[in-house]
């Protein structure tokens, strides 16, 4: 099985959408269809059952998925070694980012560059459903996220960027051509609904009660941020999110409306158990800072 094959495997079994994954992987839905029935036929059975509404792994999925992901992983990291000793590093450390906006998070990265100049780094996006399994999986060593987190298992550092919220509505809804919004609006419109993780983090971002106490309804299902943007770009739906999204995700289809009494704080977050000098570094470079007000 070639590299690109296993990447593709263990996209759709991530994701469990044809059309996300080849989304995510910036190929046709064909294509991640013809490289599963080469897989399959290879192996010699089904790796996904698929019907009309659902994609799921099979137990032979299962398997070869648990099997490839620690392999997968340690030849990207070897090949990231390799490059960095080519390049005269000796190690990288490798930050996932929730929130768009690494641009806005520069100064943290420059300053880490200078410093450590022995040392590469590398930034990459990070789903925001199960998003803590990269961490736990060793895919990377710290993680962008908004806090508060309270996993027995991770250690929470400094606090890296503050901003507000913002409201995410199509150009013709009501709420489109407001100066701003409270949060209070939430419990009239309800919100999209996507498995984010633990209660009290998703509180955290999009609150399960407004201000005067009355419910935030979890309405229709996304599982991907674009997930969301098209559900509120047809009308649909609204949503909150961070006020950086309106400079990094400009569409013709959406508004975004000042949220005057709801933000974000945003944090580094890592193992516990995988505490080492690189980690450490970023955490000196982010206090020494002190955290973005965006």
């Not at 080469?38 to 999925?61: C, D, I, M, P, Y």
């Not at 400009?250 to 080492?276: E, F, K, M, Q």
Request: aromatic share 8%; proline share 6%; charged share 25%.
């Amino acid at each position: 099985m070639e590299l690109r094959d296993i990447e593709i495997f263990l996209t759709l079994a991530k994701e469990l959408h044809f059309g996300r994954a080849a989304e995510r992987l910036r190929v046709s839905p064909a294509r991640v269809s013809q490289a599963i029935k080469k897989q399959e036929r290879a192996v010699g059975a089904e790796l996904f059952e698929r019907n009309s509404r659902n994609v799921r792994l099979t137990a032979v999925g299962e398997q070869l998925r648990n099997d490839l992901q620690p392999i997968y992983h340690g030849l990207l990291d070897s090949m990231d070694r390799a490059k960095l000793a080519a390049q005269g590093k000796t190690d990288v450390l490798r930050v996932g980012m929730l929130p768009s906006n690494a641009h806005d998070l520069r100064p943290y990265w420059e300053a880490f560059r200078a410093r450590h100049p022995r040392w590469g780094l590398r930034i990459r996006h990070n789903p925001f459903v199960s998003a803590f399994d990269p961490l736990r999986n060793g895919e990377i060593d710290v993680l962008v996220a908004w806090l508060p987190i309270e996993e027995p298992d991770l250690t929470v550092g400094p606090v890296i960027c503050v901003e507000p919220s913002v409201l995410v509505v199509s150009t013709d809804h009501e709420l489109a051509g407001r100066d701003s919004v409270s949060i209070e609006v939430l419990g009239d419109h309800g919100v999209v609904h996507g498995p984010a993780g633990p209660e009290y983090w998703e509180n955290a971002f999009t609150p399960f009660h407004t201000p005067s106490g009355r419910p935030i309804e979890r309405r229709l299902e996304m599982a991907t941020l674009e997930d969301m943007f098209t559900l509120v770009g047809n009308g649909e739906a609204v949503h909150n999110l961070g006020s950086h999204v309106a400079r990094y995700h400009a569409r013709p289809d959406i508004a975004y409306v000042p949220i005057h009494d709801w933000s974000l704080r945003w944090g580094l977050v890592w193992r516990s158990d995988t505490d080492n000098e690189l980690v450490r570094a970023l955490v000196e470079v982010v206090r020494g800072l002190g955290a973005l007000e965006l």
